[in-house]
């Protein structure tokens, strides 16, 4: 349920990215002053179109905590009723399971954080004639989007993305301590 949780938010985070970003074109920067103007008044009219959503925001965010917290209770569950020589299995199960909760907690702000640096800074940025391509061969390459995140001080799309591969990377390792826990025989339990 956690590893599904994950893929929500990440996919409904750049669906909005993807959203935001479609109206933007190499005028963002570029030499003419009014297409520039363009470009970053229908990036702030995406922006304001898609406040809207924020609500929904949390709908993947509380499943996904909600996911770690459940997968953490258990874990002090099967914890709690595991033998001594269980016991240290079980208890990094628990640590596992408390980092993901952690790194959860720092991707979603993470995602936030970049979300709220694009509707705010990237419309400034495509208003700046600082964007001035030298190469055409790096305008036509769409290479020019990395210079507009550039300009604007704030992270390309993907860059909170390894946050979340770092969760899921976690999660199947707790995935893999619990299934080890849960086939030990039922004589390691305590009663």
């Known amino acids: 349920m956690s590893l599904l949780a994950v893929g929500l938010e990440v996919g409904y985070f750049h669906h909005r990215v993807a959203l935001l970003l479609e109206p933007l074109s190499p005028a963002c920067g570029g030499e003419d002053a009014t297409e520039r103007m363009r470009v970053a008044e229908h990036l702030l009219a995406r922006a304001n179109a898609l406040d809207d959503w924020d609500p929904l925001a ?25 033998s001594p020589a269980c016991r240290v299995s079980a208890g990094r199960l628990v640590a596992l399971q408390v980092g993901a909760l952690a790194l959860g907690g720092a991707m979603l702000h993470a995602f936030d954080r970049v979300w709220q640096a694009y509707i705010t800074l990237l ?32 992270m390309p799309p993907h860059a909170p993305d390894v946050m979340a591969i770092v969760l899921i990377g976690q999660l199947l390792a707790s995935l893999a301590v619990g299934i080890w826990l849960w086939r030990q025989p039922a004589a390691s339990l305590v009663a």
């Open 123 to 154: 419309p400034a940025a495509c208003m700046t004639d600082a964007l001035m391509r030298e190469d055409a061969s790096l305008a036509s390459s769409m290479g020019w989007t990395f210079q507009v995140f550039d300009a604007a001080r704030v």
């Open 58 to 82: 949390w709908v993947p965010a509380t499943t996904l905590l909600l996911a770690l917290a459940g997968a953490l209770a258990a874990s002090v569950e099967q914890w709690r009723r595991s």
